[in-house]
């Protein structure tokens, strides 16, 4: 395997791009030698504009150069540079000639967003918010390398990694229904403990049930619109101003060390694949491969510790409101909506020869930054909503507004079955820093009616909302593109951040 451009080189690219219609831009295979497939890209005008100042595009483009890519490479409306892979990137692989990049699917594995719906109405929680926020805050460990209350031993922590909620549910934390309204119901059977390190044990081990630093959070949000009653009815939202708890987050240092360890191992055997590459960054396998084998193994133990790291810390988080509410979690209706990846790779079965829309083929789907929005009827949604569709969720960041979607028949023919998985970034982390003091932006929130929690001002300065695109143009993309339509906007009332 060889590899090419530099990140400073990348930068500074420009591709021939055509704007297709107003929401659709293409890059065509031609902009650049070696390039196999096209680069489409769903933004409006200012969207793009933004993708242009960073690596997005040129990322973009690069990941057009994998073996085995089909179709076309997407950007999605919130996409922003990342590892090898844009952010709000996807891009299918031939399932038999096809390679497995870990880059596609990043370093936090199975980070995810999932909602729970309550029967409080805010003018019902607002007396009792910031008691509420301390309580959240007390009950999910949060911050750089937190601990959480539960220190697994060995076999306990090759359970969570081969069964995912399933032992979380076994275990006390929560109930059989939460596992009907996660993706793969919360376990992805393609898992082999044995092929994740030890050094990612070691780090998972004492991670389980805490929320993490960075953009992860639980957000206490209100319902500011319904657009589809019909939908969010099914999903148990019936009324504006209904409290809803929204958490983001995923596999914590077991899955950066699951991505680092065969980052590793795909790179000291790139000679070997002969696979001629322009960034390092999308080191990859190919497909069949024992390297690619194995990393799809422990990917999915990462994806099983994510989904039962939010469960853990759904029940906690239904624990803190019994507290502070006096009621039970039965009482208070905090039924699970949905649980929805963000950083994954999947077998699925795509149609990808545009002028032949009826064959479909088998593929590896890298969702980097980016969520599943499959429509009603497929067999994958669960039955509780295969009549209306998947939910999505597309959360906004601490002072702006987050949505709920529902994925569209249109997702499978144009972006294999995908859409936006949050705001995306507007700027780094250090120009945040930068740019925004902790104090005013907690006045800021506080000026709004919304309460902070933060286990550190770096944090939640580094997660400014203005450091985040518009969460409203992003939902409404998707929306007019048709991949996923809007269902409902929440605002947030508090927020816990690590």
């Not at 933004?43 to 960073?54: E, F, V």
């Not at 950083?343 to 990808?352: F, R």
């Not at 529902?406 to 079955?417: E, H, I, N, P, Y």
Request: hydrophobic share 40%; charged share 25%.
């Amino acid at each position: 395997m060889s590899f090419g451009s530099s990140k400073a080189s990348l930068a500074n690219q420009k591709f021939a791009m055509s704007k297709v219609n107003d929401l659709e831009y293409r890059i065509n295979k031609d902009a650049k030698q070696g390039m196999r497939v096209p680069v489409t890209i769903y933004a409006n005008d200012s969207l793009i504009a933004k993708m242009q100042t960073d690596r997005t595009l040129g990322q973009a483009v690069n990941v057009s150069f994998l073996p085995g890519v089909k179709k076309h490479v997407i950007v999605l409306p919130d996409g922003h540079e990342g590892y090898g892979f844009p952010i709000g990137g996807v891009a299918a692989t031939d399932f038999e000639k096809g390679v497995i990049s870990p880059g596609g699917v990043g370093y936090d594995i199975n980070c995810g967003v999932r909602l729970l719906r309550t029967n409080l109405t805010e003018k019902e929680v607002r007396p009792k918010l910031r008691e509420l926020a301390k309580e959240l805050f007390r009950a999910v460990p949060s911050g750089l390398g937190a601990s959480g209350a539960l220190n697994l031993t060995n076999a306990e922590l090759d359970r969570v990694l081969s069964e995912g909620v399933r032992w979380a549910v076994d275990n006390g934390y929560g109930v059989s229904r939460d596992l009907e309204f996660c993706e793969e119901n919360g376990n992805m059977k393609h898992s082999d403990s044995s092929k994740v390190s030890g050094e990612a044990k070691k780090r998972g081990a004492k991670s389980l049930g805490t929320l993490g630093s960075g953009n992860h959070f639980i957000e206490v949000e209100s319902v500011n619109q319904i657009v589809d009653p019909d939908a969010a009815k099914i999903f148990g939202i019936e009324k504006t101003n209904q409290v809803c708890v929204l958490m983001h987050t995923g596999s914590r240092g077991l899955g950066h060390q699951v991505c680092s360890d065969y980052l590793r191992i795909v790179e000291a055997n790139a000679s070997a694949f002969k696979i001629d590459l322009p960034d390092r960054e999308l080191a990859c396998a190919p497909a069949g491969s024992r390297e690619a084998e194995n990393y799809r193994l422990a990917m999915g133990a990462a994806l099983n510790y994510a989904w039962s790291n939010r469960q853990v810390i759904t029940q906690n988080v239904r624990k803190a409101f019994e507290r502070v509410f006096h009621m039970s979690t039965s009482d208070l209706e905090m039924n699970l909506v949905y649980d929805v990846a963000h950083n994954i790779c999947k077998v699925e079965e795509h149609l990808i020869d545009f002028d032949n829309p009826k064959k479909k083929e088998k593929v590896f789907v890298h969702r980097k930054g980016a969520t599943r929005a499959f429509p009603k009827g497929n067999d994958a949604v669960t039955m509780a909503y295969r009549n209306v569709g998947q939910p999505v969720l597309i959360p906004g960041s601490m002072g702006t507004a987050s949505w709920v979607l529902l994925g569209q028949a249109k997702s499978l023919d144009v972006s294999f079955g995908s859409t936006a998985h949050g705001a995306g970034r507007m700027m780094s982390r250090g120009a945040a820093i930068r740019a925004y003091p902790y104090e005013e932006i907690r006045h800021d929130l506080e000026s709004r009616g919304i309460l902070l929690e933060a286990a550190s001002k770096k944090g939640a300065v580094e997660e400014a909302p203005g450091a985040y695109k518009d969460v409203d143009a992003v939902a409404e993309v998707s929306h007019r593109v048709g991949i996923a339509t809007k269902v409902v906007r929440l605002t947030p009332m508090a927020v816990v951040k690590g």
